[in-house]
Structure formats: structure tokens, C-alpha cells
């Protein structure tokens, strides 16, 4: 390829990303997003390009910035030759006519060319702030706020509409399974919720006894068969033939999963089970007394380990994401709040203790569950056990 040629490229690549990334930039600014696919990339990309031609075209600048802003010799001789009337010399009578000198035109415009330039120069920032005001959102005074705000800004973000102009750019990824298992832990049956007759208690009455407690009977342990109520009435199979959950949930994808943190159970050794929902079975993760490290997880909160047992609520986020995009945060933790609700009013028609809990470290819980944090990660602590 010659020299040429490349120049040819170059010049041709400066061009379409600079339509790009002009292009892109203009509907993040209408549609106030502060994301765009590929965008900084085609930015960097169009920077390289830039240093590339430059470095091409070295030569040539370096003569225009040469003649541009330094005077030329030969100006100057001409200036001296026309003395200060602006005439030239006659030349000698016996010179020959080959040597009378011709002055030569300025290599400066006329002040009317440099002043035509300053204007346009000017034109052109003023046409760019303009059309900066133009096309930023009739809200940007509020922006500076949200721009401080990670959970303002996903809010803005995530509205409908904001991120359906980049859903075709972004890899949403696949669909995962609907269940997680532990194939290395042996399954333990729960006994069937027989949930008629459990308790008395109408739904109304059960929404107004609910509160939370933390303060727990410490010295009981709490009947398998109340765990296995609790967590059938949390987010339980209702419908076998199309996997219907107690929790309502977006696209009926379920993207939560409950693990069990057992202190007192009867039945159960203490240690951290997950909940095989298809099956409505428990699977031992990690075996033995995890009360301080949950406590310590939990920001101190001592209840944590004197409640019978503790639930984390964690969210498989690509099962929601596949589908729903820029909203996957809002309906996971929707769902979350759902679940947790279910959690309350069982407990409270169980006659237990239960309390929610949001405060806790999420790297030391994540690390507890053996969870990435990012693809699963806890997002709800519920404590329930006998009430002291």
C-alpha cells in the first residue's frame, strides 16, 4: 500500500467515527444517558486515527505553521524595496531587463481574510454551545444531583424508553436455568407444608398483628416442619404445571434464591442450606456454627445469631436480565420485597418472631454464601425463630 493509499484510509476511518461518535453523543445528550454502546471506544479509536494523520501529514504542517506565523525573508525584502510610499525603485538604465525586481505577494492575507477567520472561529463556538443547550434534556439543572447519585441516575436510566435505543447495541446475555441446584450436596426431604389448619389467623389479622421482632427465645429450637412452612409460604411451587410461585415475579422468571443459615432446627445440624425449590428440599453448603461470621457480616447486629434460623435472599440477575434489559435491578429487588413480605406474614401466621434486615455487608455475606456478588449476590436478610 502506498503512502498515499494510507493517508486515503486514515482520512476516511477520521470521518466515520467522527459520525459516530457525533452521532451517539447527540442521543445520549437528547435521551440523558451517560452510556453508550461503544462510544468511548470509537472515541479513543478517533484520537489514535487523529495522532496517526498528524504524524503523516508532519511535514506539511510543519511548513504551513512555518510560513503561517513567521514572516518570510523574501517579505521583508520587498517590504525594504518599496521603501515607505509603497513604491518600487525604477530600475538602472543599463541594467538588463531580467534583473528588475518583481515584488512578490505577501504570504499574509489581508486583514479582511483574518478577521473573516476570527469570525468564523467565533460562529462556530457559539453554533456548538448552542446546539449543546438544544439538545440537553429541559431537566440538566436537576443532572449535576444525579450525576452524585449511582441510585438516582440507574433510576433515570432504566426509565422505559431511555434504553431501548441501545437494546440491539448491548449483549444481554442468554437465558440461565430457572433452578439452582448443589449436585455434590445430598438432598434433604422437608416434610410437606399441611398448611390446613395452621393457624386460625384470616389474612387481614395477619397483615395487622405483623411486626418485627428481634428478640428471640434462644434457648428453643424451631420445628422442622414450621422451616418447612415458612418457606413454602415464601416463594413455594403453586402451580406444578407451569411452576408457579407463591411471589409474584416479572416474565414469571424467579431470579431469587433463599439460602438457610440453621443455628436451631430440629432435625438439622447447623450450617448453611440452600432451598431446592422444585423440589421443595434443603441442600448443605457449609456445615457448623456460622453465627459469628454472620453476625459480623450483619454490621453486629447480635439478634442475628440468636434467631433459630436466618434467610438470605439472593438474586440471579441474568434470569432477569436476558429479558427485561435496563430493568432488571428494579424488578429483582421488587421481587425481593415481595418474597420478603411472605416472609412476614408466615411467620406472624406461624406465630414467630421475624425482622428484615437491609444493613449488612454485602462482600461478607457474598463471601459466606460462596457467592461472586455479581452474577448472584445476597440482596435481603430475614431472621425468623421463636419469639422470647
Same mark, same amino acid.
Request: aromatic residues 10%; contains cysteine; glycine residues 8%.
Given at each position: ?19 459516530? @461518535?457525533?452521532?451517539? #453523543? ?19 479509536? !478517533? ?10 501529514? !508532519?511535514?506539511?504542517?510543519? &511548513? ?25 525603485? &525604477?530600475?538602472?538604465p543599463n ?6 525586481? @518583481? ?26 454551545? /448552542? ?25 433515570? !436510566? ?37 398448611? $390446613? #389448619? @395452621?393457624?386460625?389467623?384470616?389474612l387481614t ?34 402451580? *406444578?404445571?407451569?411452576?408457579?410461585r407463591t ?18 432446627? $430440629? /432435625?438439622? *445440624? ?51 436480565? !436476558?429479558?427485561?434489559? $435496563? ?7 421488587? *421481587?425481593? /420485597?415481595?418474597? #420478603? ?5 408466615? &411467620? ?18 457474598? *463471601? ?21
Amino acid at each position: 500500500m502506498k503512502r498515499r493509499d494510507l493517508d486515503y484510509v486514515v482520512i476516511t476511518l477520521l470521518v466515520g467515527s467522527s459520525i459516530y @461518535v457525533f452521532a451517539t #453523543g447527540l442521543v445520549a445528550d437528547t435521551m440523558g444517558l451517560h452510556h453508550f454502546g461503544l462510544h468511548s471506544q470509537v472515541g479513543y479509536l !478517533w484520537m489514535s486515527l487523529a495522532v496517526m494523520h498528524l504524524i503523516q501529514t !508532519w511535514v506539511r504542517v510543519k &511548513a504551513f505553521a512555518r510560513n503561517r506565523f513567521r514572516p518570510a525573508k523574501s517579505s521583508l525584502a520587498t517590504h525594504s524595496a518599496l521603501g515607505a510610499q509603497g513604491f518600487a525603485p &525604477a530600475p538602472l538604465p543599463n541594467a538588463p531587463e531580467s534583473t528588475a525586481q @518583481v515584488p512578490k505577494p505577501s504570504a499574509h492575507p489581508p486583514f479582511g481574510k483574518k478577521r473573516r477567520y476570527f469570525l468564523l472561529a467565533i460562529l462556530a463556538i457559539a453554533t456548538g454551545i /448552542g446546539f449543546d443547550r438544544l439538545v440537553t434534556p429541559s431537566d440538566s439543572a436537576s443532572l449535576a444531583d444525579v450525576d452524585n447519585d449511582v441510585g438516582l441516575l440507574y433510576h433515570r !436510566w432504566s426509565q422505559p424508553g431511555y434504553g431501548e435505543a441501545i437494546a440491539t447495541i448491548l449483549n444481554w446475555g442468554q437465558q440461565p436455568p430457572l433452578y439452582k441446584t448443589y449436585p455434590d450436596s445430598p438432598p434433604l426431604d422437608l416434610p410437606p407444608p399441611a398448611l $390446613e #389448619g @395452621v393457624s386460625t389467623q384470616d389474612l387481614t389479622a395477619t397483615i395487622l398483628k405483623r411486626r418485627s421482632h428481634r428478640n428471640y427465645n434462644a434457648s428453643k429450637a424451631l420445628p422442622l416442619l414450621q422451616l418447612s412452612q415458612v418457606l413454602h409460604l415464601a416463594q413455594g411451587i403453586t402451580d *406444578e404445571n407451569r411452576d408457579f410461585r407463591t411471589v409474584p415475579s416479572s416474565g414469571a422468571l424467579y431470579p431469587l434464591e433463599i439460602y438457610a443459615i440453621v443455628h436451631r432446627v $430440629e /432435625g438439622l *445440624e447447623p450450617g448453611l442450606y440452600h432451598h431446592a425449590i422444585q423440589h421443595h428440599q434443603l441442600e448443605l453448603v457449609k456445615a457448623g456454627d456460622l453465627r459469628q461470621p454472620l453476625i459480623k457480616a450483619g454490621l453486629s447486629q447480635d439478634f442475628l445469631g440468636e434467631a433459630q434460623v436466618c434467610f438470605v435472599v439472593s438474586g440471579i440477575f441474568q434470569r432477569t436480565r !436476558w429479558k427485561y434489559h $435496563e430493568r432488571t435491578y428494579r424488578y429483582v429487588l421488587m *421481587e425481593a /420485597g415481595h418474597l #420478603g413480605q411472605n416472609l412476614y406474614l408466615a &411467620a406472624t401466621a406461624l406465630n414467630l418472631g421475624v425482622c428484615g434486615i437491609g444493613a449488612f455487608f454485602d462482600d461478607s455475606l457474598n *463471601e459466606l454464601l460462596n457467592l461472586d456478588g455479581q452474577t448472584e449476590a445476597a440482596v435481603y436478610l430475614v431472621t425468623v425463630g421463636e419469639r422470647a
